[in-house]
């Protein structure tokens, strides 16, 4: 069984950045497709971004392109997002999603079998 923990979240003012980390154990090699999903207090989880096994493929929701990148380390099982130009709006917490069934990127929660704990990101104006 695959198990995934989050870290690199906090407070940060407007327009600043955080680093998210998840850190992949256990059966690491059945992990394919990466991704982050965040969830407002009172809204649904949301698609953030996702990276396929070999990191050359990518996907980001229209809400976070251009300021936020995911990228993996499959020797640390390991993948990342970069959080830039942070808005009050960017506020959720933050969840690490792995899936073992498919190989190229997917953007649905449905399609992700392995859920990290979140964690929470709070952006101040």
């Known amino acids: 069984q695959v198990q995934l923990v989050e870290s690199g979240g906090g407070l940060v003012q407007a327009g600043g950045s955080l680093r998210l980390a998840c850190a992949a154990s256990?059966?690491?090699?059945?992990?394919?497709?990466m991704g982050w999903f965040r969830q407002a207090p009172g809204k649904e989880r949301e698609f953030v971004a996702a990276?396929?096994?070999?990191?050359?493929?990518?996907s980001y929701a229209d809400s976070v392109k251009g300021r936020f990148t995911i990228s993996r380390d499959n020797a640390k099982s390991t993948e990342y997002l970069q959080m830039n130009s942070l808005k009050p709006e960017d506020t959720a917490v933050y969840y690490c999603?792995?899936?073992?069934?498919?190989?190229?990127?997917?953007?649905?929660?449905?399609?992700?079998?392995?859920w990290g704990q979140g964690t929470q990101v709070t952006v101040s104006s």
């Open positions: 999603a792995s899936s073992s069934i498919y190989t190229s990127v997917v953007t649905k929660a449905i399609l992700y079998n392995i």
């Open positions: 256990g059966r690491t090699f059945s992990i394919y497709v």
């Open positions: 990276i396929d096994w070999s990191g050359t493929s990518t």
